[in-house]
């Protein structure tokens, strides 16, 4: 297992750090768009196991709409005409409604069951990630994705090796039983140390207090939503979101701790370092 996630990390890492350093914005689009759909398919598979393929391709599709919104928005400079992000999550809430309710395959109340679980999956994995599309879009997009990445990787290498070191006192028996507290702050600890290294060597006019906040609330959010797509998974009664990667489990399992941790910094680093 071991010498299989080493195998997934070595050959994924380049891949993604060329892609982000030396792509341009639509690459880096097209390689997030396929990353979150891929994601979004896992997500439809466990919730929705029973679902027509036609079903989960209209909540792909509507997924896709989503970015390229997200898309369109990261290439506007003025804030008054960065609207159709939430416009197409609007008027994918309207076609999912329209599509089920117009069909009379199904009760009313499951029809309406479907159409909740996909737009909750729309959100959670298309709209939630598209704030990476936002975030690249900036000038200072690159590093901001790295050091997005870089704090989740610190974060989670640290809330393991402290874990697996002292823990003892589980975070939360109902959700995830292998996670402790003391993983928890050791993983809190080095995403801290792991911003404070990035200030301190790419982003220097970042104050101290901005660093600390932005590597205290990235952690958090990270944690949060490993334990948000650990609860789903659990709901689902699923070991792994998929298979894609061997040794990693799904594409969901992957990227489930950026997924809340983006937009936490694309807002809080529109305050703190405006373009």
């Keep these: 297992m ?20 030396y792509c341009g914005t639509a690459v880096f689009f097209l390689f997030i768009l396929a990353v979150l759909l891929a994601g979004l398919w896992e997500f439809f598979k466990m919730a929705l196991p029973e679902a027509k393929l036609v079903t989960v391709g209209i909540g792909l599709a509507l997924g896709a709409a989503v970015l390229a919104g997200a898309y369109h928005d990261s ?23 329209w599509y089920h309710m117009s069909r009379h395959s199904a009760p009313l109340r499951d029809a309406s069951m479907i159409v ?32 997005l990445v870089l704090v989740a990787w610190a974060g989670d290498s640290g809330a ?38 990035f200030k301190l060597f ?4 970042l104050s101290m207090g901005h660093c600390l906040t932005i590597g205290v609330g990235l952690n958090v959010m990270n944690q949060f939503g490993d334990l948000c797509e650990s609860f789903i998974k659990r709901s689902c009664v699923v070991k792994d979101s998929g298979t894609f990667f061997p040794g ?28």
């Design 116 to 147: 909740m679980v996909q737009f909750c999956g729309i959100m959670y994995v298309a709209f939630l990630g598209s704030y990476l599309v936002l975030l690249r879009g900036r000038p200072d997009g690159v590093p901001l994705i790295f050091l």
């Design 248 to 275: 990693h489990g799904g594409v969901l399992d992957r990227i489930d701790s950026l997924l809340f941790a983006a937009p936490f910094l694309y807002f809080y680093i529109n305050r703190a370092l405006p373009v």
């Design 75 to 97: 290439g506007v400079t003025v804030l008054a005409r960065q609207s159709m992000l939430p416009a197409v999550c609007a008027l994918s809430f309207a076609v999912l409604f």
């Design 160 to 197: 393991f090796a402290f874990g697996t070191w002292i823990g003892k006192h589980r975070l939360s028996t109902r959700i995830s039983p292998k996670k402790t507290i003391e993983g928890a702050l050791g993983g809190l600890l080095c995403g801290v140390l792991t911003a404070v290294a």
């Design 2 to 21: 071991i010498s299989k996630r080493i195998l997934t990390a070595a050959v994924c890492i380049p891949v993604v750090v060329y892609i982000v350093a």
């Design 202 to 205: 790419v982003f220097q006019n």
